[in-house]
Every structure is written in structure tokens, then in C-alpha cells.
């Protein structure tokens, strides 16, 4: 089937589609003559996924005009490309499988009787969500508008962000059943050859039935598999995914997905959001410098909590030692067990918000952290202090713009609660040092993940903790990209 040429009469072409697809009820076969053109011509396509108008109005209408003027001597093909049709995207068929994937993925494929070649006309015209506001990237300020589902109108979302024609695009159909249309774009002569190559090796070499999602891509081509920390970053918002393509990274489309992939994905990249550049260089660094607090205090807040009630006590003061321990007294639980308690059950909380309708599942929210805790702490099950940790840090968790860094920290702190109630501060320690050796360890596309702090370049600091005015932003991040070191020729404002 891959390289099966067509039959040379419509009448074998139209038999084996009907056979391949099973007499599907879907495909509509149109058969009918053209006056410039003593061949019989037809025309297939899936209703449903044509622009019903597009067909009617540019393709059939076209073909059913009279065109007698037309010299009969000239190339049927010619005539139909040049002179009939008032379409704007041809393209030739002469393979089976191409003619199959046309039909099925919205052209309309134009057949002529002796003749073992065809025509494939754009008329892709399914319904879409169109261009929404993001409901997980929310800004105060910044850009409303998000990804589609729709492949076409989130490379054209780009395409408005980056009119630079170094903007290149390769299409490739991942998926041996599904054959999504999957993306690569990328800035040409910023973006690094060999990270461009490396991403169309990686995408070259799946071989899987279906692709359904980005995270289906993202699984498939990361450099490692066996670790909370997410190593390629998506976006829903087209100007984080312009801001990335001009920093030399790579963006991967996925047909059918509002998400889009961006590599290299470094640590500090997920602790970023857009609306850091939106806002004045004062605010946008404390914000920036909050949500590393958040990230620390989501991570190590049970652990701490544990390790000082069980081991060190005498860190606390008085006042507030002793207060502990009056909160503590009839609690019949050790503080690891009332910290697994309540974080099992804050997550279970959270997961029920997130399956259960909007209408509802605000006030499971509301419900489960009020009246739940407050019932516990009476009941005598947990302490009030417990509970105040547990929305500390469950409140801190939220700080970071991914969902993905989230989830890491989800994980990554019911080990640290087990070692705290262990080994105390020396388990927290040594959770810690694990962490940071297994960080130094992990690459994404060959580029280290705690780049630029290790290795660390003095230089490159101007983004990544803190965030510098835009006149001291002279070059990308090096070890991203090499091959065009200066971003723009910033010059500081003249004073009056």
C-alpha cells in the first residue's frame, strides 16, 4: 500500500477506496463529466471533515462550469490546475496510501479516467473550538488568546507572533493508525542545526499506533523516562511559545491538542511564566523570587514540620513549643502519620474538584478544606497546626505556572516526609542532596536541566533567579544556542 500506484480508470480507484475504508457510509463519490475534458472525472471526500461550502462553491461548481474555450489538445491535468479550479491549495496524487490520507484528512481528491495520477484539493473545514482565553495560563496582563485544537490555526497563532520568514515549519504524520499531523517548528539560523536534527530524529524514529495528545509526544522523545521532573515544556499560549522559538529553542505541534511542546525545557524555565516580561522589572523579580519560595516551602513544609516535632524540639520557642504540644495532646497519631493523613486526603480533594462538574466542584473545594478540617481538628483526629501547614502548602504548590512542576512536587514530597520522620533534619539533608544530584544528572535534548546555575554562568543570571531590564538582555542563553549568540542590539535609553 505504501507505494501502490493508482489505477488508471476511476471505476478500480473508486472499488479499492470503498474496499480499504470498509463501504463507510461517510465517503461521498461524486462521478460526473467535465465539458473541456471527454474523461470522466471524480471527485471523493469524507463528509464531515470538507467545508461544505469550499466543495459546492470552488470544487464542483469549477468542474460542472462550461470551459468549451479550453484547448482540448492541452494536458487535462493543466487544465483543471490553470484554468478551472478557483481553489487555493493543490496538490498531486499518484500513491494509494497518499490518496487515502487526503480523503481522510479533509481534501477532496479529484480522479480522471486514464490516467494514474489525481488531484487533492484543500477543503478541510471541521468544526473547532476557534481562539479562546487560556484557562490555565491566566494573566492580569498579557495576551488573552490560546491554542485550538486545530493544527492549522495554532501554527497560524505563531505566524502572527513571528513574521520572520526563518519561521520554518516541517509537517510529519506520527502514529501508524492515527497518522496525526505533527509539527516541528523552529527559527531558522537561531535555533541550533544539530537540536533541530536531534528533534526530527526523535520524531522520525516513533513507531506507535496512535498519538491522541502532546503528552503522548513528550513521553516518546524526552531523555528520561524515570523521574518526577518533567523535561520538555508545554504552553497553551501562543506569545510564551513565540518568546521560546526566538530564544533558539524548538516548539513540536501535536494536531487535535491545544498544547504545544517546547524544547529544551530547563528547571528554571518552569518556574517563569509571560507575564514576567509584562510587567516592570521590580514587580516581575519579586514575583519570580515568590515562586521559588513556593516551590521550597511546597516541597519542605511537612517534612519540616515532622522533623522538628519529632526530633528537635528544642529549635522551637517556648511559647510556641509548648502550644504545639497542647494542640498535640490527645492526638493519637504520630506527626508523620497525621501529615500522610492529611496530605492523602487533600490530594484526593483535589483530584474529586478536578473530575467533578464547575458547577460542583467549587464547593467540593470549599466543603473539603473548611468543614473537613475543621471537623478533624475537633474530632481530635489531627492538630490545628497540621492543618495550617497542610494549606500552606497546598496553597504554595499553586504558585508555580506548570502543572507539571506541581505534580513533581506532589510526589517528591511524601519521600521527604518519610525520611524526616526517620532520620530528622540529617534525612532532609540527605533527600535534598539525592534531589540535587539527581537534577545535575538529567539533560533535556542534550542541554543540562539546571543550566544556567550548574554549570553556572554569571553572565546568563540576568533571567533566570531574577529578571534584569530589557537594555541588559543582550544574548541567549549560550548553551541553548550557539549559532547566533546576539539576541538584539538593546541600547540603554538616552536621559533627558
Not at 462550461?66 to 491549495?89: A, N, R
Not at 510529519?172 to 537540536?195: E, H, N, P, R
Not at 516551602?297 to 504545639?324: C, D, G, K, N, R
Request: charged residues 20%.
Amino acid at each position: 500500500m505504501a507505494t501502490m500506484p493508482l489505477f488508471s480508470t476511476i471505476q478500480e480507484n473508486v472499488d479499492y477506496v470503498r474496499q480499504s475504508l470498509g463501504n463507510s457510509t461517510d465517503i461521498v463519490i461524486r462521478e460526473f463529466t467535465y465539458n473541456a475534458i471527454t474523461e470522466g472525472l471524480a471527485l471523493l471526500y469524507t463528509d464531515g471533515l470538507v467545508d461544505a461550502t469550499v466543495v459546492n462553491d470552488f470544487v464542483m461548481r469549477s468542474l460542472m462550469a462550461d470551459s468549451t474555450e479550453i484547448d482540448p489538445e492541452q494536458d487535462p491535468f493543466d487544465v483543471l490546475t490553470k484554468h478551472t479550479l478557483t481553489i487555493g491549495e493543490i496538490q498531486k496524487v499518484s500513491d494509494m496510501k497518499g490518496m487515502l490520507h487526503h480523503i481522510l484528512s479533509g481534501d477532496s481528491v479529484i480522479l480522471m479516467n486514464g490516467y494514474t495520477k489525481g488531484l487533492a484539493a484543500g477543503t478541510k473545514g471541521w468544526k473547532d473550538r476557534g481562539v479562546t482565553e487560556t484557562n490555565v495560563e491566566t494573566v492580569v496582563r498579557g495576551p488573552r488568546e490560546a491554542f485550538s485544537e486545530s493544527i492549522r490555526t495554532n501554527t497560524a497563532l505563531i505566524r502572527r507572533k513571528i513574521k520572520d520568514p526563518n519561521l520554518w515549519i516541517e509537517t510529519f504524520q506520527v502514529g501508524q493508525v492515527t497518522q496525526t499531523d505533527v509539527v516541528l517548528m523552529y527559527v531558522k539560523g537561531i535555533a541550533l542545526d544539530s537540536l533541530i536534527l536531534e528533534a526530527r530524529n526523535r520524531l522520525t524514529q516513533i513507531h506507535i499506533d496512535g498519538i491522541f495528545e502532546s503528552s503522548n509526544i513528550e513521553e516518546l522523545i524526552q531523555d528520561e523516562v524515570i523521574t518526577p521532573f518533567p523535561t520538555v515544556y508545554n504552553s497553551e499560549r501562543p506569545d510564551v511559545v513565540a518568546l521560546e522559538l526566538i530564544h533558539g529553542k524548538i516548539a513540536i505541534l501535536v494536531d487535535g491538542t491545544p498544547f504545544v511542546l517546547i524544547a529544551p525545557a530547563l528547571f528554571e524555565t518552569f518556574l517563569k511564566a509571560s507575564e514576567d516580561y509584562y510587567h516592570r522589572v521590580d514587580i516581575s523579580t519579586l514575583v519570580r523570587m515568590l515562586r521559588y519560595a513556593g516551590f521550597l516551602i511546597a516541597l519542605l513544609a511537612p517534612s519540616f514540620y515532622v522533623a522538628i516535632t519529632t526530633f528537635h524540639q528544642e529549635m522551637l520557642p517556648t511559647q510556641l513549643l509548648i502550644s504545639l504540644a497542647a494542640q498535640r495532646e490527645g492526638i493519637p497519631f504520630p506527626a508523620f502519620i497525621e501529615a500522610l493523613l492529611m496530605e492523602i486526603t487533600f490530594e484526593v480533594l483535589r483530584e474529586a474538584a478536578l473530575r467533578m462538574p464547575r458547577s460542583i466542584g467549587s464547593a467540593l473545594s470549599f466543603v473539603g478544606t473548611l468543614v473537613i478540617g475543621q471537623a478533624a481538628v475537633e474530632a481530635g483526629i489531627v492538630s490545628a497546626a497540621m492543618v495550617i501547614v497542610v494549606s500552606i502548602t497546598a496553597i504554595s504548590s499553586f504558585v508555580s505556572p506548570s502543572y507539571d512542576l506541581s505534580n513533581a512536587i506532589r510526589i517528591l514530597r511524601f519521600p521527604l516526609m518519610a525520611l524526616a520522620a526517620s532520620f530528622g533534619f540529617f534525612g532532609i539533608l540527605a533527600g535534598l542532596l539525592g534531589l540535587i544530584l539527581h537534577l545535575n544528572s538529567l539533560q533535556s535534548f542534550g542541554v543540562p536541566y539546571l543550566s544556567p546555575f550548574a554549570p553556572l554562568e554569571l553572565n546568563k543570571q540576568k533571567d533566570a533567579l531574577f529578571r534584569f531590564p530589557f537594555q541588559s538582555l543582550f544574548s541567549r542563553v549560550r548553551i541553548v544556542n550557539a549559532s547566533n549568540v546576539v539576541k538584539k542590539a538593546n541600547r540603554k535609553p538616552f536621559k533627558p
